[in-house]
């Protein structure tokens, strides 16, 4: 699609092909941010840097590039994408709530690229016609892989560059949440893969290795072909699958059943060594949600023992015994839902039961109710519905930006799973498995033609229903499993969000050199 457009030198928005990418190393203005506690940090911006010479979207495909006072030829760079959606992206400034403004501050250099998206669009003007364009027509220009490219190119740019823009090409960190994860996952599991090189060209992009340092990625929404099975594998219990829609229901009874297959493709060991398999998956997701709980109880969080968690019982010396809500039910000779709501009243209680009932929320969390727990998260938030991502057509219902994401040059929604294909008697052509392929990080990492990030930050909110537990979990032990650092938590309590805990964050890319 890409090619197509270029092709028909489409002229809206777009520029006369540069003859060569550029950079001025004197066209830098000083500027100053103050930060939310007033502090105030100085440092030179250099926007409006085309990283192609092909620009086919004026608007977006350049880069801005930020130096804080001080910085140098050796210092990391920190390429933070705004891409959310699998929308176009500008490049924006510095942010002082966020991790933009927070790396400019710990004195980093600060890139943000823009990329197109699936809404990018240019219209053809007269000159096109003789290509077989109406004029005024709309063309479509970010679709997949057009955003991974853009941000390919930039960082290829920043290579080119290296030696004129202060900052160390050879030690990029890249950032970017929910979608903008899936996109820093990209940039960070597809280094110099051959896969992207021809459509690169094409672009005009330098001709420069686009491997990084390392990748944050907070709540990626990733994996595309096979988020729907994750999904479903892990809400398909809930009451509200349950007690919802029965062609739905339908739907997500299909989808979890192709889950284990999926995952016993994918060879995945935990971190002790354990074959994960379709029999023990949900323990480990289980123990993922518990370890992120229990550091959250260490910082002195307050976690409700209404969530599912069962903890073992306080004693002075430590350790204790394990006791559940329901050996103390029974003890009070009542039902576990009649001692919720007797606690919920908030009755006053006389001091042995004020004993007894102090028992669950002694130092370990030991146990987990996966029902209840999930129950509460879509609580917190409403399921997507079944299919997740590739909707279009499946019991009737409407695309979903994934479904464009995959759409061609034209605007179209296209199915981009087997099978939600199937379901609605659609193929999926080469050329869009190519396109999902191009967009899934799970398909390069060990192999022999990639260089992945050795060093990897991800993060997907302990409550975030976006995407499902699987897709962030696989990810990192893969990356694991392939010998990479890989920092991974479910961060308690968040929702689908991102750049939180930046004192964290930037601990961790310190601790990186
Ligand atoms: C984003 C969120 C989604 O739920 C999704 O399906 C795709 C992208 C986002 O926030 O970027």
Known sequence: MIAVALALGLSAKTKAPQPALQFDPNAGEARVMTMHDGTRVRYTAYERLYFVTNIEDSAYQFLNVYVPDGATQQTPIFLRTYVGGYMASAAGQPQDGDASGRALKEGYVLVIPGSRGRNSTVTATKSDKKKGVKKGQTIYTGRAPAAILDLKAAIRYLRHFDDVIPGDA????????????????????????????????????AD????VFASVCYCPITDLDHADMAYECLYNGTDSRQQGDADVLAVSNELKAMFPAYLASLNLYTPDGTLLTADNYLDYIKSELIRSAQIAKNAGADIPDSLGFVFSAPSINGGGTRVSKQEIADQMHMSVNELDKMLSRDIQVRPPMQLRLAKWVGEYIIDLDMDKYLNYVVSTRPLKTAPAFDT??????????????????????????????????NVITPEIANHVSLLNPMNFIGDSVTDVAPHWYIRHGARDRDTAFPVPINLALKLQNAGKDVNFLLAWNRPHSGDYALDELFEWIKSLR
């Open 170 to 205: 050879e030690h990029i960190i890249t950032d970017g949440t929910s979608a903008g994860g899936a996109m820093s996952s990209l940039m960070g599991a597809t280094g110099n893969n051959p896969a992207y090189e021809p459509m690169l060209q094409a672009m005009g992009a």
């Open 208 to 211: 420069e290795r686009d491997d």
């Open 392 to 425: 279009q057509g499946v019991v009737g219902q409407n695309a979903s930006g994934e479904n464009e994401e995959f759409g061609d040059s034209k605007g179209s929604s296209v199915n981009f799973t087997e099978y939600s294909a199937a379901k609605t008697g």
